[in-house]
């Protein structure tokens, strides 16, 4: 599969779909078949839960709630007196996501959602984990976690993407919207006459 989703809550593959003519669609049906596309091209869909993902927010709550899946005993939350604590305690100066103990050894871990952002916003030494969707660069001596790696799928993709997921790969949905597209734009014609 080509790597045509590298966002999160954003347009995919510049595909913009009006929400109107995509909900006078037959979803059920349509929907019924992305079971077959998560088999088929290893999709994992993520429940928005409420805030959307043009950040890393999904990720840190995945971390929080499975961390021991990616081998650490315990973590600790930025702002929580349990971080404060262990930042005093192991004398870092930058505030990282989460600070996490794995094999005995306590490591800070922040969150993106890829991994070339990391540089953006933080110097070689702020962390040494990196949380992310997909690891898109090699940070050196960072350690890259990525969850589509964790997970071992192919894409991301947020619940709310279904129906632009859809539209790429999916000839008949493709075709229904175009066809419910055009319709409504002759009937936007018919009433600006």
């Not at 037959?26 to 929907?31: C, I, Q, R, S, V």
């Not at 939350?77 to 971080?83: C, D, H, L, R, S």
């Not at 890259?144 to 799928?153: D, M, T, Y």
Request: charged letters at 35%.
């Amino acid at each position: 599969m080509g790597k045509l989703l590298k966002r999160f809550g954003g347009q995919i593959s510049n595909v913009s779909l009006d929400y109107e003519v995509w909900r006078e669609m037959d979803l059920n049906y349509h929907f019924s078949k992305m079971k077959r596309y998560c088999a088929i091209k290893n999709v994992f869909v993520i429940d928005e839960m409420g805030f959307g993902l043009t950040s890393e927010q999904w990720l840190v709550v995945w971390f929080k709630k499975n961390y021991e899946k990616l081998g650490f005993e315990k973590i600790a939350e930025e702002q929580t007196p349990e971080y404060s604590k262990l930042k005093e305690k192991l004398r870092f100066k930058k505030f990282p996501d989460f600070v996490a103990l794995r094999k005995g050894k306590w490591l800070r871990v922040e969150v993106e959602c890829f991994s070339h952002q990391y540089f953006f916003s933080h110097d070689p030494n702020y962390a040494d984990i990196v949380l992310c969707y997909e690891e898109t660069k090699n940070l050196g001596d960072i350690e890259v976690i990525s969850l589509n790696k964790v997970l071992e799928v192919d894409e991301l993709i947020v619940k709310g993407e279904i129906p632009l997921f859809l539209y790429i790969y999916d000839d008949e949905f493709r075709q229904d919207y175009d066809e419910k597209m055009a319709n409504h734009v002759r009937d936007m014609g018919k009433m600006l006459k």
